[in-house]
């Protein structure tokens, strides 16, 4: 367990990064938080020449409620942040919470948001309750920027579509219709474990009835999916116990988990079932918790 | 524990709580000497090959590779820790058994040149087909781990004792169950780290180890080396639980590569290399038969049993002997057979972990016991009350009991966890389950035999009298030995916990002891030092008899104060005053003691492992809730009843408990080291290897009943090891209270209790 040979830069600019990155190509890999690529390296699963640091780009270390927008949250804040950002404890406790959850106090307080996205793992905590959300987010590059819905990002573990000149910058929770959100992890143990599902949601809920739902699953698949039948099946409809319970059964059609040392895939299903039903209930009835 | 005595039965700080707490305290890894070198081992990525050819020349030619070493530069003699079974060798001669099995070693002037050096060295393998599962590992035909062993059986044990036929034809209701186990690691929080430093035909080695006597044999053994010539220095080590036992290739090439490059060589493992190297707690396959008669008292026993010992033997053979041989502690039958087989596999070797050999087997028949006080309709509690094992018995295989209050801790246990009011009561989802343990108060016979007393100590006091030095071999690895024996010298004394000193698990500066194992220090080398205290007590009072003119019979000490019995207004004079006088007149205050346990056990074969002078008792009781649709287990609280003896430090002891009982709750729910089809560890870390958090933790009663043990110093006996044992069957139990399902196999994961409910409710599974 040592860490390879490599290059290290840490530009002052976004724009020098994104300039480094181009001129590295492949061979450069972004050094945010640390958690998982330096863990990766040590182990010899990633060598890469190259290790390009943000850790100058401040202005990415942001969490604020821009007006017209909605709550900004820059790239490298981190898991923490999130946990104790007071915007997102008023407006979307949800977020804080699945934040909260995550691996160990020493890795939230290092770990950052834009390394748990990018790094596109399939249990990966933050990508759920984001994407029911419906986040977006900014990639910026040296030939400009583009801003996409964050579930477009993933196109496979620990793959995505950012190009090797950009990096992600913010992601953006719009102001919501939605009337609760939230997000179930079911780990092994209280702390220090990964998601064996999350289950994340949210809800509008007008006088007795849904007028949209969307639930949105981690380590179900390999990428983080919509569970979009289910959330049809939802629309329009009146809330009782049973329409939960189906929208549980359905979400569990959808997804296509693995079986791996956390859980068969079997067991994976039928958590889907129930914590979807579970995390729906929340949503319902105690708002963005 | 009596108010007569001053020093013993209180909480005391810490000896060494300051240096831990602050960051003080240097641990083996933390060391540094000039010209200190970095030593790293190469070890094998197949399961099973044969080593065709290594080439260590692009390694020498490394900027700052000071030696690199194979098989070829150190001897070829087998070592190991069970003298019936040396089978491993400082680095693979023909052929590599598990991945992880040592190859090469290099030493450099830094940590990153080995890793760098270790890739450089070629090593050419012809893959073999590997034996990975202990229940095919004696099929005809399965490869050979080892060409001197047959059918790759390590160990085979056949005991019988009574007429187990004779009971079965008689007993009223026979059940037989079958339960499997897990390997598990003991993962101490300080990783294994050694500074060789051979010197002038001198071999010093700092060593996070268990037992600095068992290195300094055995090391010895391997160089050809005097004993004498060999010293082996524990510095603190963060804890061990069986897995720092025995020499590790850590000790033996950091030795080579230090007589090579004539500098101090620093070797350690990492995390991944400390699962590898294992020896952890083994697999075991355990079938259980048990008659019993109309009451639920049990007539025979036949416990049957497979274990996974891995690649090598380490401690395997007295673990195989553990499993069986203590399974007749805590309840009384008089028909038992044993059958055993351990076998190889080219997985890494199991050895000792806390409990050694005893907690699975214990998972098992806890279970089984449930079974069958259900099947006859009585509580779970009463078949236990009535099988109890009580005092002054002997066991069906000849293990000697004292002191036993195991009935007392059943009824303790009942008493304050609320058994007979939620017995039956508790809403679904929620149950309640009980067990027993027991376990040896120190092993009775060494590992390897000889005739050395178990321990002895030696105090010195200071030419002043203001401070006493404790020479122990003891091992503090973190449960507090170093604070015990000095509180029981200087209760011995009657002087002052506060002014006693301790120079512990040296060889070469401190007398013998064989170390931090089977639970042995307190009522051993305690022992021993309240000898060596007692010894300085007696010419402290005739020396203080001169000077008060009294007579030595009439004075006492306590505290450091020397006062006349019978003349409670007569002046005193302190310890000092009497310390100062003896050496001014007859040189060094010394006081010797030594303590060797009495012959112990039958005379079949492998009557001695797990004899003792004496054994712990408890009784556990857990309440869990369950999720009836997720089957997660939330052990919400547990009631822990011992009964180990009188208490030399009642917060120490507490310590212990929780500690165990921390163990038990991961291997029950949690842990497991898992392997790929090829051998490898697929969670070699701890994000993989789930050891429970403080989160995870139930609410813990730690409470003690009233108990007299004979054989050790003022009434003690063991706690470190006993309460891990019960654990593992009293959560299946609670599991089984709760949903109506049985969990036939170790960890009792949230996946299996979920399976188990599902195959339940679909009616595939009688219970």
């Known amino acids: 367990m040592y860490l390879p040979d490599f290059d290290y830069y840490a530009p002052d600019s976004l724009a020098e990064t994104c300039e480094a990155l181009e001129r590295f190509g492949a061979k450069a890999k972004v050094l945010s938080g640390g958690t998982d690529i330096i863990a990766k390296m040590k182990s010899g699963l990633l060598s890469p020449g190259v290790l390009i640091s943000l850790k100058k780009l401040e202005d990415l270390k942001k969490i604020d409620y821009v007006s017209g927008k909605g709550v900004v949250i820059g790239a490298l804040s981190t898991h923490n942040d999130l946990v104790n950002s007071k915007i997102l404890n008023d407006k979307y406790l949800s977020v804080s919470e699945a934040a909260h959850n995550m691996a160990s106090n020493q890795i939230r307080n290092i770990g950052t948001v834009g390394g748990n996205l990018c790094n596109a793992v399939p249990s990966a905590d933050l990508p759920p309750i984001l994407i029911a959300l419906g986040a977006t987010i900014k990639l910026v590059g040296t030939k400009g920027e583009r801003v996409m819905l964050l579930e477009d990002l993933f196109t496979g573990p620990m793959k995505t579509v950012i190009a090797e000149n950009e990096i992600l910058t913010e992601i953006v929770i719009p102001d919501q219709l939605s009337t609760g959100s939230n997000y179930i992890k079911f780990g092994l143990r209280r702390s220090g474990a990964l998601a064996v599902v999350g289950i994340a949601v949210a809800v509008t809920v007008n006088g007795g009835t849904i007028t949209e739902a969307k639930i949105a699953i981690g380590a179900a698949a390999p990428t983080p999916i919509r569970a979009r039948e289910a959330e049809k099946f939802l629309q329009g409809k009146t809330i009782s116990d049973d329409l939960l319970a189906e929208a549980g059964v359905i979400a569990s059609g959808e997804s296509k988990p693995i079986s791996d040392i956390r859980g068969s895939a079997e067991y994976r299903r039928d958590l889907i079932r129930v914590l979807t039903r579970r995390a729906l209930h929340k949503a319902i009835n105690e708002g963005h918790v | ?767």
């Open chain 2, 1 to 767: 524990m009596s108010k007569d005595y001053a020093v013993i039965g209180k909480n005391v700080p810490k000896i060494d709580g300051r240096e831990k707490a602050t960051g003080a305290a240097k641990y083996a890894g933390d060391l540094k000497f000039p010209n200190m070198l970095f030593g790293k081992i190469l070890t094998s990525p197949h399961a099973h090959a044969k080593i065709l050819s290594i080439d260590t020349s692009e390694a020498e030619k490394l900027p700052g590779v000071k030696a690199v070493i194979t098989h070829k530069d150190v001897p070829a003699l087998k070592y190991g820790i069970s003298p019936a079974r040396w089978d491993e060798n400082i680095f693979c001669i023909d052929k590599v058994r598990f991945v992880g099995d040592k190859v090469a070693a290099v030493a450099c002037i830094d940590e990153e040149t080995c890793y760098k050096a270790l890739k450089l060295i070629k090593v050419e393998y012809e893959v073999l087909p590997a034996v990975l599962d202990a229940l095919h590992a004696m099929d005809e035909g399965a490869p050979q781990v080892h060409d001197e062993y047959p059918r790759n059986i390590n160990t085979e044990i056949h005991q019988n004792f009574g007429d187990l036929d004779k009971a079965m034809a008689e007993a009223h209701y026979i059940r037989k169950d079958y339960f499997v186990g897990q390997r598990t690691y003991q993962s101490p929080i300080e990783p294994h780290s050694a500074v060789s430093i051979w010197k002038d035909n001198k071999l010093t080695i700092y060593s996070s180890t268990q037992s600095p006597h068992y290195f300094q044999y055995y090391i010895a053994r391997e160089f050809g080396l005097k004993m004498g010539d060999v010293r082996i220095i524990k510095p603190f080590v963060g804890g061990g639980f069986g897995g720092k036992l025995e020499p590790t290739g850590l000790e033996f090439a950091g030795s080579v590569l230090s007589k090579l490059t004539g500098r101090p060589v620093r070797t350690f493992y990492d995390r991944h290399e400390m699962f590898a190297h294992n020896r952890g707690r083994h697999k075991v396959y355990m079938e259980l038969t048990t008659g019993v008669d109309k009451e639920g008292k049990i007539l025979g026993v036949h416990a049957n049993f497979v274990s996974d010992g891995g690649a090598y033997t380490s401690l395997g053979v007295a673990t195989s002997y553990y499993a069986g041989g203590l399974l007749t502690l805590t309840y009384e039958f008089e028909n038992y057979k044993f059958d055993m087989i351990r076998v190889y596999t080219n997985l890494p070797a199991c050895g000792a972990q806390r409990g050694h050999g005893a907690p699975q087997p214990k998972y098992a028949f806890e279970s089984h016991l449930d079974n069958i006080a259900k099947d006859l309709g009585i509580d779970p509690l009463e078949i236990r009350l009535r099988n109890a094992r009580q005092p002054n018995t002997v066991t069906i295989n000849d293990f000697g009991i004292n002191s036993c209050e195991l009935t007392a801790c059943l009824e303790k246990a009942a008493d304050i966890s609320g058994w007979r009011e939620k017995k039956g009561n508790l809403p679904k989802g929620r149950g309640i389950g009980i067990a027993t343990g027991s376990f040896v108060s120190g092993a009775g016979y060494p590992i390897y035999r000889n005739d050395l007393p178990q321990s002895a100590a030696m105090i010195k006091v200071h030419e002043d009298g203001t401070a006493a030095t404790l020479y122990t071999g003891a091992v503090d690895i973190g449960q507090g030995s170093d604070t015990a024996l000095c509180q029981m010298a200087a209760e011995a004394m009657g002087y002052r916990y506060e002014n006693m000193k301790i120079i512990a698990a040296d060889t070469e500066t401190t007398p013998h002891d064989f170390g931090a194992y089977s639970s042995r220090q307190t009522l051993m080398s305690g022992s021993a030092c309240k000898q060596a205290g007692e010894e300085i007590k007696k010419q402290i009072l005739d020396i203080a008899s001169t000077i008060m003119s009294l007579p030595p019979d009439d004075l006492d000490c306590r505290l450091g104060i020397i006062f006349s019995k019978s003349r409670p207004t007569a002046k005193t004079i302190t310890f000092e005053e009497a310390a100062r006088r003896f050496f001014v007149l007859r040189g060094p205050l010394l006081g010797r003691g030594v303590y060797h346990v009495p012959r112990l056990g039958g005379t079949f074969k492998g009557a001695a492992v797990a004899t003792s002078p004496a054994y712990s008792f408890c009784a556990q009781i857990s309440e869990v809730q369950i999720d009836e649709e997720t089957g997660e287990v939330d052990v919400c609280e547990v009631w822990d009843v011992h009964d180990c003896g009188q208490v030399i430090n009642p917060m120490q002891l507490h310590g212990q408990v929780h500690g165990a009982l921390y163990m038990g709750v991961g291997e029950a729910i949690w842990e497991e080291v898992l392997f790929d089809d090829q051998g490898k560890i697929l969670n070699p870390n701890l994000g993989g290897y789930m050891l429970p958090t403080a989160l995870d933790m139930p609410i813990v009663h730690s409470e003690l009943v009233e108990s007299y043990e004979p054989a050790g110093p003022w009434g003690v006996k063991e706690v470190g090891e006993g309460a891990t044992n019960p654990t593992m069957g009293c959560f299946n139990n609670a599991i089984y209270d709760a949903m109506g399902v049985r969990i036939d196999s170790l960890p009792l994961t949230y996946e299996k209790v979920w399976r188990a409910m599902k195959e339940k409710r679909e009616g595939k599974k009688e219970v």
